[in-house]
């Protein structure tokens, strides 16, 4: 059963700090996405990582994946206000159809 | 852009109630997906569709039915409504999977 673990669930930072989200998934996977929810709102895709050793980038956000260690990680670079907002990250499985499965989601909340 | 359309942004309905949650999309993707979406769990499958008439179960689809009669509407059945499943409900789609998911505004539906 392929499963996805995020860690932190809640993360409260500064302004102008660094920190970084971390999903774990339990078996082999085809990709590693990651999407953020603000409040109220709906889930908007930020980032697809295709293959071990990829690297995004966007703004203040940095994601990577090690498909070895099975992990993604989504770096914050220097923290700012409009960043709050719950993070998710999902991967997707093919066993003659896709199944994409979500983590927990990070709430994140960076104070001024 | 995708537009993922479901019918009620707020829905209230008594428990044994059967409901009915809609969900249309204009892109002509072949893959839609229900999830709910509870405080520290996530989002969770419910079912999915890779095809019109074709349907799978996804983790946790006890309580619901789906059905997809044509392209581009899918829709969640809950039998005979209970609180618990009290919930945020989103609606996703896809083209070529594994493409990113586009999702709905989602649905809350208190049942009481």
């Known amino acids: 059963e392929l499963k996805v673990e995020q860690n932190p669930l809640f993360l409260s930072m500064q302004e102008g700090k660094n920190y970084t989200i971390y999903c774990n998934y339990s078996?082999?996977?085809?990709?590693l996405y990651w999407y953020r929810q603000d409040p109220g709102k709906s889930l908007e895709s930020l980032f697809v990582l295709l293959s071990n050793g990829a690297v995004k980038q966007e703004g203040r956000l940095m994601a990577s994946l090690d498909t070895k260690a099975r992990l993604s990680t989504l770096h914050i670079t220097a923290a700012v206000h409009d960043l709050s907002a719950t993070y998710f990250c999902?991967?997707?499985?093919?066993?003659?159809?896709?199944?994409?499965?979500f983590g927990t989601g990070t709430r994140l909340k960076v104070l001024a | 852009d995708v537009k993922v359309t479901q019918s009620s942004r707020y829905l209230v309905k008594r428990t044994g109630e059967k409901v009915f949650l809609e969900c249309v999309q204009d892109m002509d993707h072949e893959n839609m997906f229900w999830y709910r979406q509870d405080p520290g769990l996530g989002l969770r499958l419910i079912y999915f569709?890779?095809?019109?008439?074709?349907?799978e179960k996804g983790d946790i689809p006890e309580g619901y039915s789906v059905s997809r009669e044509k392209k581009e509407r899918f829709s969640l059945i809950l039998e005979s409504a209970s609180t618990n499943q009290t919930s945020m409900y989103l609606c996703?789609?896809?083209?070529?999977?594994?493409?990113?998911?586009?999702f709905g505004n989602g649905t809350r539906l208190t049942v009481t």
């Open positions: 569709s890779y095809d019109v008439k074709m349907k």
């Open positions: 999902a991967v997707s499985r093919t066993s003659g159809t896709y199944k994409y499965i």
């Open positions: 078996t082999t996977s085809d990709r």
């Open positions: 996703a789609t896809t083209g070529t999977a594994p493409s990113p998911l586009h």
